[in-house]
């Protein structure tokens, strides 16, 4: 099977602008959970979404959603970036029972100017 | 914030001595696990702990569960160059109905 795969792989924004990131798990999961990577806050959950519904949710502000479709790909938006917002962002899927084996995409790199 | 602590944050050994990573958490887990992210990597699963004083090992790689399902360890004997990277503990808290990460803690080894 095919891995998780997420594009693009590099983005570079300036503030202010909003970013889309999209994830493709892998074929037959469900779930799709996505984290913000940065050197200093380690991996943070961001939130996971399951039959194409928001089912946990982590503490980031309302200018980070995302969405999932029938197929399971997720995307993950950012309105109006900040500079803080710069950081690898990680997703991963699961069949869909919680508490599985997260399989991790090699991420989206998202530099903020 | 955080609720699952991890230490230390570095640690820079020479090959062939042990490492021992730490995990702690604020609330009780029903589950950890662990992960491997090598340099420019991702996330890569290493294992799974489910029960209270739970231990299991991969070749040099010995995990354990607490007694009380709110810490867990990894160590790892006789460092190779390839274990370099750094490692994360993630643990399934009800109380958030989510996975939590440890910040993770980076291995170098000097060979």
């Known amino acids: 099977k095919a891995g998780v795969t997420q594009t693009p792989r590099y983005l570079i924004k300036t503030r202010g602008q909003q970013v889309t990131l999209s994830c493709s798990p892998i074929?037959?999961?469900?779930?799709v959970s996505w984290y913000q990577q940065t050197p200093g806050q380690g991996l943070q959950f961001l939130f996971e979404?399951?039959?194409?519904?928001?089912?946990n949710k982590g503490n980031f502000p309302g200018r980070f959603s995302g969405r999932q479709f029938s197929n399971s790909r997720s995307e993950m938006n950012v309105s109006t970036l900040e500079l803080g917002d710069s950081a690898l962002y990680l997703c991963a899927s699961t069949p869909g029972r919680e508490q599985e084996t997260q399989y991790f995409g090699p991420g989206t790199r998202l530099l903020v100017l | 914030g955080q609720q699952v602590m991890q230490i230390p944050q570095y640690q820079h050994v020479q090959e062939g001595e042990d490492f021992t990573t730490y995990c702690n958490s604020s609330?009780?887990?029903?589950?950890i696990q662990w992960y491997k992210q090598r340099p420019g990597g991702h996330p890569v699963f290493l294992i799974q702990l489910v029960k209270s004083g739970e231990v299991k090992k991969q070749k040099r790689l010995t995990f354990q569960f607490g007694e009380a399902k709110k810490n867990s360890s990894l160590h790892i004997t006789a460092t190779q160059t390839t274990d370099v990277g750094t490692y994360f503990c993630a643990g399934f808290s009800y109380n958030n109905n989510d996975m939590r990460f440890g910040a993770g803690t980076r291995l170098t080894v000097k060979p």
């Open positions: 074929s037959g999961h469900r779930s």
């Open positions: 609330t009780t887990l029903s589950n």
């Open positions: 979404y399951f039959s194409e519904t928001q089912r």
